[in-house]
């Protein structure tokens, strides 16, 4: 059964093309193909309200590619799903955008609320990383515009909140100055701090066992305190390293300037001008969970596999169901 999935969040829109697989009753994937273009369709609209017409220019360059890999590995019409995250919920113009997408996929992008988002970026995480018996893991998905706290246990999601925090809304809000001054920086922690007494109030933090970060900021987090000389998913996906290994590697790239950053080996350059306030978030959340856990969550993981694979998943799901109805009783 061959499913396509597009994630188009605030920074980048991604595309997965994959085949279902079954090992010993779990259905899992198998990548046929993976892309990501950071397009910054989020640019502004924090501050405006709307998506720029050169934001959805990119967005809709980057379509029209994914849609003709659609076309050529012979995915089905009822086989893909497009989920739209944080910035088109907030975009006054975003019929434009739904539009656009109609256009050239022929259906029509879901517009997910926040309580999705979190439990199919949990699915994705946990397919290939499943809790142990009576371990309880905390997914935290940190992206352009939103950042989904999300936990559960081998049983499924227990309890999740998306908050209106991210590596593009972060930076035009607060870290204007390059580097950031400190207080541009104590201004943008203070604010990660007021929501995660949010979270703390939706999601029980301090019985977690586990916590497991995805996307592309942490990722590129992890690629840094590994110090790799290129972007490695391979050395990325399943890394586990100390809170404090991970917290130092984000204080490095949030101080370093932007020359320094680009110059990085693994650094995308879509995400050379928000990655400071991405790891700023990202300190400050591994750095409240080693708190509040007491020490019981000491390390952090790292997973390739987020709302993506979560997206493709619930396809499968659908199709599966779709066929099982249709059999006669």
Same mark, same amino acid.
């Given at each position: ?32 193909? /993976?892309?990501?273009? #950071? ?18 220019? /990119? ?21 893909? /799903? ?29 517009? #997910? ?16 990383? $499943?809790?142990? *018996?009576?371990? @309880? ?19 499924? #999601? ?20 390059? $580097?950031?001054? *400190?207080?541009?920086? *104590? ?6 701090? @007021? ?37 490695? $998913? ?34 995308? $350059? ?60």
């Amino acid at each position: 059964m061959r499913v396509a999935a597009i994630d188009c969040g605030t920074n980048s829109i991604r595309l997965l093309i994959a085949d279902s697989v079954e090992h010993d009753g779990v259905v899992g994937l198998e990548d046929v193909e /993976r892309e990501m273009r #950071v397009v910054r369709l989020g640019q502004g609209v924090d501050a405006t309200g709307r998506f720029a017409e050169e934001a959805l220019e /990119r967005t809709f360059d980057a379509l029209d590619e994914y849609t003709a890999l659609i076309q050529r590995h012979g995915v089905a019409p009822g086989s893909v /799903r497009f989920v739209a995250t944080s910035a088109t919920r907030d975009a006054a113009n975003r019929d434009v955008f739904i539009a656009g997408v109609r256009e050239r996929l022929g259906l029509e992008p879901e517009v #997910v609320s926040g309580d999705e988002e979190a439990a199919l970026s949990f699915a994705g995480a946990v397919s290939v990383h $499943p809790p142990h *018996d009576g371990e @309880r893991v905390l997914v935290v998905d940190l992206g352009g515009g939103s950042t989904e706290f999300v936990a559960g246990t081998a049983a499924g #999601v227990e309890a999740g909140l998306s908050t209106d925090m991210g590596c593009v809304r972060f930076t035009e809000r607060f870290l204007r100055s390059d $580097p950031p001054t *400190d207080e541009e920086v *104590d201004a943008a922690t203070a604010e990660v701090h @007021r929501f995660l007494g949010e979270v703390q109030a939706a999601v029980d933090l301090a019985s977690l066992d586990r916590v497991i970060g995805v996307a592309g900021t942490i990722t590129t987090i992890t690629a840094h305190a590994l110090d790799l000389d290129q972007y490695r $998913p391979d050395r990325i996906n399943g890394s586990v390293l100390p809170l404090g290994v991970v917290a130092a590697a984000a204080t490095e790239l949030l101080e370093l300037p932007r020359d320094r950053r680009a110059s990085l080996p693994y650094m995308h $350059p879509g995400r050379v001008d928000v990655i400071g306030a991405g790891a700023l978030i990202w300190r400050t959340v591994v750095q409240h969970l080693g708190e509040v856990t007491q020490g019981r969550v000491s390390v952090a993981g790292t997973s390739e596999h987020d709302i993506l694979d979560g997206i493709a998943l619930s396809v499968v799901d659908r199709l599966v169901a779709e066929s099982a109805a249709s059999l006669p009783e």
